[in-house]
């Protein structure tokens, strides 16, 4: 069964403070995706990557870098954590062509 | 640019009902449209998917997307809801060329299938 698993389901942090959120998929596929959900504003994507060591920005890059150092990881970082940034991450993989394959989410608290 | 629009934020059916979840998109070209489920507390499910050939597009769990170029519309339906549908769904689509980076979601519509 396909699989991509995050780190962690919940997570609260404070201001300011240096956030990792880790994503692992084991399909071998070449795509890997961040995005962050907020209600009425649907799925919007932060980065994403197309190879190890490749990665493009999506539509809300500010605030957040990736890191992709093997191909089955991916890594969202949160430099300096703000309120604004708590939501629901959702990390997905998919081969070059076709539908992506989503992780369970984190729902990130920042106070 | 490219957009959809799911104009409904809840739909209200009940048990045994047909249902329907609307959608309507914006695009450059042909296009490639999907249908996402999401359980509480859970990451988006693949439903199905167009890209092309026939109009109507079986999926899983029993649902069924129809797409509709001259209205440019991708409306998910069921014959007959379950409780266990409840949940929230959202369209997403994006043109021919690119990858799947180039997908954009629509803001998601939640159904509630009463007993």
């Known amino acids: 069964d396909v699989k991509v698993t995050q780190s962690s389901r919940y997570l609260v942090k404070r201001t300011g403070e240096k956030v990792f959120l880790e994503c692992v998929q084991d399909?071998?596929?070449?795509?890997m995706f961040w995005y962050r959900q907020d209600p009425g504003l649907g799925l919007r994507l932060i980065y994403f990557?197309?190879?190890?060591?490749?990665?493009e920005k999506g539509d809300i890059p500010e605030g957040y870098s990736v890191s992709r150092e093997k191909k089955e990881r991916f890594s969202l970082i949160l430099e300096s954590a703000s309120t604004n940034q708590t939501s629901m991450y959702l990390c997905?993989?998919?081969?070059?062509?076709?539908?992506?394959?989503f992780g369970p989410g984190t729902r990130l608290t920042v106070t | 640019a490219q957009s959809v629009a799911q104009p409904e934020d809840q739909v209200n059916v009940a048990e045994g009902n047909p249902l329907t979840v609307k959608c309507t998109y914006s695009?450059?070209?042909?296009?490639?449209l999907f249908w996402y489920v999401q359980y509480p507390n859970r990451g988006l499910q693949f439903l199905l998917k167009?890209?092309?050939?026939?109009?109507l597009v079986k999926g899983s769990y029993g649902f069924e997307a129809e797409f509709n170029k001259s209205q440019t519309s991708f409306h998910l339906k069921k014959p007959s809801a379950l409780v266990s549908d409840s949940a929230l769904y959202f369209c997403?689509?994006?043109?021919?060329?690119?990858?799947?980076?180039?997908?954009?979601f629509g803001t998601g519509t939640k159904l509630q299938v009463i007993p």
């Open positions: 997905a993989s998919s081969p070059r062509t076709t539908v992506g394959f």
């Open positions: 399909m071998d596929h070449e795509n």
């Open positions: 990557s197309y190879d190890v060591k490749m990665k």
């Open positions: 695009v450059s070209g042909n296009p490639y």
């Open positions: 167009y890209i092309t050939g026939d109009n």
């Open positions: 997403a689509v994006r043109g021919p060329s690119g990858g799947y980076q180039k997908v954009t």
